[in-house]
């Protein structure tokens, strides 16, 4: 039985919906990340609900430069979330920086560390430098990816 009124959009019609180059997506995005407004990680979430191809490029902007509070949870949480399958930001972290507010929390995450294989940029913050070692152990440095070209503690 037919339902009178009833628009039905056929295959062929949805293929031919326009859409835009990947480079002008790019640049919109990459506009985007450029804002200086306050609310520049929402505004980057929402484009990366806009549809799969927008994703990736905002996660780029989203995830390059991470900060990190060593704390019980949050250094637990950040190891697994790297160690995980599940894991997409991977190749977009950068830059961290990890803030210890006197917990000794570092060999949580040490080797999950090695996972971030593009990043550049370390910068190691508060005040309990017994956390990571002043000067910074062996295990420290060796958890660092190759890739690391600016350690600021």
């Known amino acids: 039985m037919a339902v009178p009124y ?3 959009v056929s295959d062929a019609a949805v293929s031919q919906t326009p859409t835009l180059p990947l480079e ?7 506009f985007v990340a450029g804002l200086k407004v306050k609310k520049l990680r929402a505004n980057l979430a929402a484009c990366s609900l806009v549809c799969h191809a927008w994703m990736r490029r905002s996660r780029h902007h989203f995830f390059q430069d ?5 704390h019980l949870n949050n250094t637990i949480l950040f190891g697994e979330l790297l160690r995980s399958s599940f894991c997409t930001i991977l190749p977009h972290v950068h ?3 990890m803030r210890n507010n006197g917990e000794s929390m570092f060999h949580e995450i040490r080797d999950a560390l090695k996972l971030l294989t593009n990043l550049k940029s370390l910068r190691l913050g508060g005040s309990n430098w017994d956390a990571h070692g002043a000067p910074p152990p062996r295990e420290f440095m060796t958890s660092l990816s190759r890739s690391v070209v600016e350690l600021e503690m």
């Open 6 to 8: 009833a628009r039905h």
């Open 24 to 30: 002008i997506t790019d640049q919109i995005i990459d």
């Open 95 to 97: 830059a961290l920086a």
């Open 66 to 70: 991470c900060r990190l509070l060593i």
